[in-house]
């Protein structure tokens, strides 16, 4: 039986939420069940074999409802395969190097005893919510940096891995 796999985001603005879409789909390519939801709607982790949770970085922090699902599923977070993802620099840094993950989310994964973590470039476009976001994108420091390649090379390492686990079991 394929195993179902919990991709759950926090985002204010929506580009994590993509980010997250990409993720899923092709979890799905391979032969695997994903569920696709914000992480402030998951009311239960139990029957996934597995979670990704992503979201974006906001003054160095993950959103509010990604740490809230982390705490309140923490539990059950800790007893299946767990890969975290975030989203933020506004410039091509993250397709040039990796970056590590901030430090309530480096927390998180030790706690969690998640498998890993990458960060991917951001997105602020025109009508952001949040007057901090508008001043960014006035500015001309946004811009979309996500790279949906790397996005999709780093869901398929997660799919080969939980499949090849599948095999084995």
């Known amino acids: 039986m394929p195993t179902s ?3 759950a985001y926090g985002t204010t603005n929506g580009s ?3 980010i997250a879409e990409a993720v899923a789909e092709v979890l799905r390519k391979e032969g695997l069940i994903p569920d696709l939801l914000p992480a402030g709607s ?3 982790v139990r029957p996934y074999g597995a979670v990704v949770v992503g979201s974006g970085l906001y003054a160095g922090r993950w959103h ?6 982390l705490n309140r599923h ?5 007893q299946r ?3 975290f993802f975030s989203s933020g620099p506004l410039d091509a840094s993250a397709s040039k190097r990796d970056i590590p993950p901030v430090h309530g989310v480096r927390r998180a994964m030790a706690r969690l005893d998640a498998r890993g ?3 991917f470039g951001g997105c602020l476009e025109e009508g952001a919510k949040g007057r901090i976001a508008q001043s960014i994108v006035r500015n001309g420091k946004g811009g979309d940096f996500r790279d949906f390649g790397a996005i999709e090379d780093w869901a398929a390492q997660i ?3 939980l499949l090849k686990e599948q095999e084995e079991n």
């Open 5 to 7: 796999v919990l991709v």
């Open 16 to 18: 994590t939420a993509q």
């Open 42 to 44: 998951v009311a239960d």
């Open 64 to 69: 509010r409802d990604a740490r809230r699902f």
């Open 74 to 78: 923490g539990r059950y977070l800790a």
């Open 81 to 83: 395969p767990l890969w």
């Open 117 to 119: 973590h990458v960060t």
């Open 159 to 161: 799919a080969n891995e």
